[in-house]
C-alpha cells in the first residue's frame, strides 16, 4: 500500500508543477501540450486512487484461530516476500487481488494479471501443503468457523487418532463421546447406571459388583482412547 501512496504523492505534485506551468504559459501549441499532459496525469492519478481503495479493500487482517499464510511464487522468486495470513473472512478473489497488485507495484518482471500462489504456512487442525487448492481450504476454515470448540475437539481426535481425513471427521465428528476427567471405571459405572438397577436386581450383593473389570472389558471390546485424562469414545 506505501507504494501506491507514493506513486499517488509524486503524481499529483506532477500536476500542479504542470499547472504551474500552464498558468503562466502564452503559447497556444504549448498550452495544449500541457493540457494533455495533465489530462493524462489525472488519468493516471485516478487509476492509482482505484488501485489504493482496492487494496485497503482486500487488506484484511487475520483474526481468527484457524489460518493460512499464502505466497505467490513470482514475487518469492524475485526475492519480494509478500506473505500474509487470511482466515474463513478472505474469499479467494481478494486474496488474488492482493497479489496481483503486490506484483503490479513491487516486481515489473512479474505479469499483474497473474498470480501463483501457495500455502506457506497453516494453523488449522488439518494438514495443509503448498500444492493444495486454497479454494477448498478457504471452503474448510468456513466449514470449522461453525462449529463450537466441543466439535473441533471431537473433529481433530479423528483425525489425529483414528486416521480419518477432513472430510471424513466432519461427517462423523458427531460420533465422538467425550469424557472429562473420567477413568473406564466411571465410564462403567455411568453405563450401567443408565441400563440397570442393580440394587433391584441384586439388593444388597450389588456393592460388590466390579465395575473396574466391566471398565477394563468395556476399553478392550469397545473404541475408547485416553487422551490427557480424557476418555474418547468412537461410536462407528
Request: hydrophobic share 35%.
Amino acid at each position: 500500500m506505501k507504494q501506491i501512496i507514493n506513486k499517488i504523492e509524486e503524481t499529483e505534485e506532477k500536476i500542479s508543477n504542470l499547472e504551474d506551468r500552464l498558468y503562466e504559459e502564452e503559447n497556444e501549441n504549448e498550452i495544449k501540450v500541457l493540457e494533455r499532459k495533465i489530462e493524462v496525469q489525472n488519468d493516471i492519478l485516478e487509476k492509482l486512487q482505484e488501485d489504493l481503495e482496492l487494496f485497503e479493500d482486500v487488506d484484511i487482517e487475520a483474526d481468527e484461530d484457524y489460518k493460512i499464510a499464502v505466497e505467490d511464487w513470482g514475487l518469492y522468486n524475485e526475492g519480494i516476500l509478500c506473505c500474509k495470513w487470511w482466515d474463513s473472512n478472505a474469499s479467494y478473489e481478494e486474496i488474488e487481488t492482493y497479489y496481483k497488485l503486490k506484483r503490479k507495484y513491487l516486481a515489473s518482471s512479474c505479469d499483474p494479471d497473474e498470480v501463483e500462489l501457495f500455502i506457506a504456512d497453516y494453523e488449522t487442525p488439518f494438514k495443509c501443503s503448498e500444492h493444495d487448492n486454497i479454494e477448498d481450504i478457504l471452503d474448510r476454515l468456513n466449514e470449522l468457523y461453525a462449529l463450537d470448540d466441543d466439535d473441533i475437539t471431537k473433529l481433530t481426535f479423528l483425525m489425529e487418532h483414528q486416521g480419518l481425513d477432513f472430510d471424513e471427521a466432519l461427517h462423523n465428528y458427531d460420533d465422538v463421546v467425550i469424557y472429562e476427567n473420567s477413568t473406564m471405571e466411571d465410564i462403567a459405572i455411568e453405563f450401567v447406571d443408565s441400563c440397570y438397577n442393580l440394587e433391584d436386581m441384586m439388593g444388597s450383593l450389588s456393592r460388590y459388583f466390579d465395575y473396574e473389570a466391566l471398565g477394563r472389558d468395556m476399553e478392550i471390546e469397545g473404541n475408547f482412547t485416553n487422551i490427557n485424562g480424557d476418555i474418547y469414545e468412537y461410536r462407528r
